[in-house]
């Protein structure tokens, strides 16, 4: 009544379509590297997660066990939930993907197929369906990362399977430590400032400006001029005074170098990258097109969002798009699209902050 994988006594145990039984955490751990039985090497179309639905328990194991070896099915199931709790760690509990960039409310499309996460990823989908993603840096990765949770996953015969996920947050890695071939880590979150924070720091920004943002003109009288009693402005047909203009709001100042955005409203600095937006889309630029949208959304309005749209869609360097993920404020992120803005209407198609991850 030994499992050929563990050598120990069945716990859980599950039986292939070829015959064969072993536990159901062993069959998993070998589904994660091949999807052939152990003993007879047939391939097993059994999914990576064995549901107890799909799969259920060998009963009559189960009762032999149970009757002969009641003591040692007691150790043994200790046995299997101590070495998952070990896996969830108060020290390092979050299970780290190290390959790219994934922002907070954005969508990541991930290729699972390395032994070492889709372990990573099962374990996931049995607890709470999140993992962290950080950026690969030579010979490691980087300090800064975002919470995903998955949305949804297609598995495949070969074992391999296609995420899609959405972030949920950011953090910051404070140690590391590598958990059956995948790195784990113990973060902190990032959270932004509060709204009043915020407002403060963009007040401060703006009284600190030799030459602030001019406030609207006032509105021109629309009253007519009096006359004497004789005549009248409405029936004369030469007046001494000039048509009354139609008032019109003046039109926002946009910022036309760095030191021009630390001092504009972040309203303006919003309504400046929507408009370098649209009118990137009536240029038809390449990184705009309609597969892209389709896959991130149209641009958002709000300003909380659009920076990470932004930097998903925007041809920067990945360590450019970096620095969004160590902000602390909407208009410290906008600031930072703002100057990738600048910079692409200064080079224009000469433009080389793009460059490839190769992992």
Known sequence: MDCQVCYALYYDSVTTPC??????????????????????????????????????????????????????????????????????AEECDMPLFICTLAFPSMPTFLHIFEPRYRLMIRRALEGNRTFGMVLYNHPGFVELGTVLRIVNVEFFDDGRSLLETVGVSRFRILRSTVVDGYTAAKVEP????????????????????????????????????????????????????????????????????????????????????????????????????????????????????????????????EMEKYRLLGTTSVRERLKICCGWILEWEATGSRWSFMDCVVL
């Not at 639905?53 to 009641?70: G, M, S, V």
């Not at 370098?276 to 240029?283: A, D, E, K, T």
Request: hydrophobic share 35%.
């Open 19 to 88: 015959g064969h039984t072993y536990c159901r955490v062993c069959l998993q751990r070998v589904l994660d590297h091949a999807r052939h039985c152990p003993i007879c090497r047939r391939p097993l179309t059994i999914q990576p997660i064995i549901y107890r639905d799909a799969c259920p328990e060998n009963e009559l194991i189960r009762r032999i066990t149970t009757y002969f070896w009641a003591d040692m099915l007691e150790d043994r199931r200790k046995q299997v939930q101590a070495d998952a709790v070990t896996h969830d």
């Open 190 to 317: 990032i959270n932004d400032i509060s709204i009043a924070e915020e407002e403060e720091l963009e007040a401060a920004e703006l009284r600190g400006t030799a030459h602030p943002h001019p406030p609207p003109p006032p509105l021109p009288s629309t009253l007519p001029p009096t006359t004497d009693d004789n005549t009248t402005t409405s029936n004369s047909k030469t007046s001494a005074y000039p048509p009354t203009p139609t008032p019109t709001l003046p039109l926002p100042h946009f910022p036309t170098n760095v030191q021009e955005i630390e001092t504009t409203p972040t309203q303006v600095l919003m309504d400046f990258a929507t408009d370098f937006v649209l009118r990137m889309q009536r240029q038809s630029v390449g990184w705009l097109t309609a597969r892209i949208l389709a896959i991130y959304g149209q641009c958002p309005h709000d300003p909380a969002i659009f920076p990470w749209w932004f930097a998903n869609i925007l041809p920067v360097r």
